[in-house]
């Protein structure tokens, strides 16, 4: 994925006036309810394994009220010691909101917070409060006031050739390649499509390595890029069983590049090497110092299907494929400089992982965590060096990432982002 103009939000397509990551309120939505003829409602909610769960209803049952009060439902969530029966109470959030292009009947898509039933306050179960209320502790120490995330989507859909020769050319040959090579560009013209339909901004897609797809979403702040993810996903898996395929697991990693401003101005970006900041650098040793820790957010859920280890080199590299970071160019201006971490998976809980690198990123530039070695000075005009390394690179097994995940989880804590009831019961899924 490579960088293009941070933009800013991009605006609703639904038509309820201005950016959805504004805020907007539930009269408007019944508002636009009424004048678009919505005839039903469709209540997500994601799970801690990153799955959408939801509820749908007539669009007459939505009232003002609803947006105070909430549904409420009982569920059946996969936990650590198997599926147990959960009371929710599920509040939609009037300005999370999609317009569903997949269904027949003009249908709205509402993302939901999960409240306690008792308390009314938010739920442990809610990841992607947990990805709000890091935006309000960055906020709350003064670092920045805003964020800005890109992502790409990589996935993988089974073939429905029985002889396909491509499979033996090279990788180099089938990176952004075109024609006939590229099986999988109708799917994904289309799905551009049906995702800008949907309200999502979509930057670019193309043919990835190993066999797979991209999609690069627009720029967005946390959790609404976290919210682009999600519909991304979940109309990958629509549009298939429409064309009878469907998406493959895949092991591919979901670069995501970070941009963080305080009054306009960027913090990350400045005259410091490869046209980073020092609170750059500080970011990127938050990242390296806490990378086992971030590793088991990502792989810690549920149903998780992952592999007996996981890869990481803690470098700063253009071309290794287990660094975690990189530093992206973008344009001829410095002050367009973002930090990539390459560390999470492509699959998973997009809320709870990307709350957490924020939280290394935060504790990194408080605590000024250095890279260890330097690099020789090099023109702006010239490519990254080969490596910016602390000269580490560890295989790490599931058992390690659990030991990491007790042993160093106090900067999750802090500000009251990650929960303790959060934090015991990632950790009780990844014993060994």
């Not at 805003?146 to 993988?156: D, E, G, I, K």
């Not at 952004?176 to 049906?194: H, I, K, M, P, Q």
């Not at 560890?394 to 659990?402: A, D």
Request: proline share 4%; net charge negative; hydrophobic share 40%.
């Amino acid at each position: 994925m490579n960088s293009v103009n941070v933009s800013v939000r991009w605006t609703d397509a639904s038509g309820l006036g201005g950016p959805i990551g504004c805020f907007v309120k539930p009269k408007a939505v019944l508002a636009y309810c009424r004048e678009k003829d919505i005839r039903a409602i469709d209540l997500r909610f994601v799970d801690l394994g990153g799955n959408w769960k939801h509820l749908s209803m007539p669009a007459s049952a939505l009232s003002e009220n609803a947006f105070e009060l909430g549904f409420a439902q009982e569920a059946t969530l996969r936990g650590v010691a198997g599926e147990t029966r959960e009371q929710l109470v599920l509040a939609p959030i009037s300005e999370a909101h999609f317009v569903d292009p997949v269904v027949d009947k003009a249908t709205l898509v509402i993302l939901a917070r999960i409240l306690d039933p008792f308390s009314g306050e938010d739920s442990w179960l809610d990841s992607r409060s947990v990805a709000a209320r890091s935006i309000q502790y960055l906020q709350s120490t003064g670092i920045a006031d805003t964020v800005q995330l890109r992502t790409a989507q990589p996935f993988s859909l089974q073939s429905i050739r029985t002889d396909d020769s491509r499979e033996s050319l090279p990788a180099s040959r089938l990176h952004l390649a075109c024609g006939t090579l590229d099986e999988d560009f109708s799917f994904r013209n289309n799905l551009a499509s049906v995702a800008m339909e949907a309200g999502v901004a979509i930057d670019r897609h193309y043919r990835a390595e190993h066999s797979t797809s991209e999609i690069v979403l627009g720029s967005a702040s946390l959790p609404e890029l976290c919210d682009d993810l999600m519909m991304v996903r979940y109309l990958i898996d629509e549009l298939a069983l429409r064309t009878n395929r469907r998406r493959i697991a895949t092991h591919a990693r979901m670069p995501t590049q970070w941009m963080l401003s305080r009054g306009g101005e960027h913090i990350l970006s400045g005259s410091s090497q490869l046209g980073l900041s020092d609170v750059g650098w500080y970011a990127i040793g938050g990242i390296l110092e806490h990378a086992a820790t971030l590793a088991a957010v990502a792989l810690a859920t549920p149903d998780r299907v992952c592999d007996t280890e996981y890869r990481w080199s803690k470098s700063i590299h253009s071309d290794a494929q287990d660094s975690l970071c990189h530093v992206i160019f973008g344009h001829h201006d410095p002050r367009e400089r973002t930090i990539e971490y390459r560390g999470l998976p492509s699959e998973g809980n997009p809320y709870l992982q990307m709350a957490a690198t924020l939280m290394a990123m935060i504790d990194g530039i408080q605590n000024k965590y250095s890279v260890s070695q330097q690099v020789r000075h090099r023109e702006e005009s010239m490519p990254p060096p080969e490596s910016l390394s602390s000269g580490e690179s560890n295989v790490w097994s599931v058992s390690q990432l659990h030991q990491s995940l007790q042993e160093d989880s106090e900067f999750l804590l802090v500000g009251d982002v990650f929960s303790e009831s959060l934090l015991e019961t990632l950790t009780r899924i990844l014993e060994p």
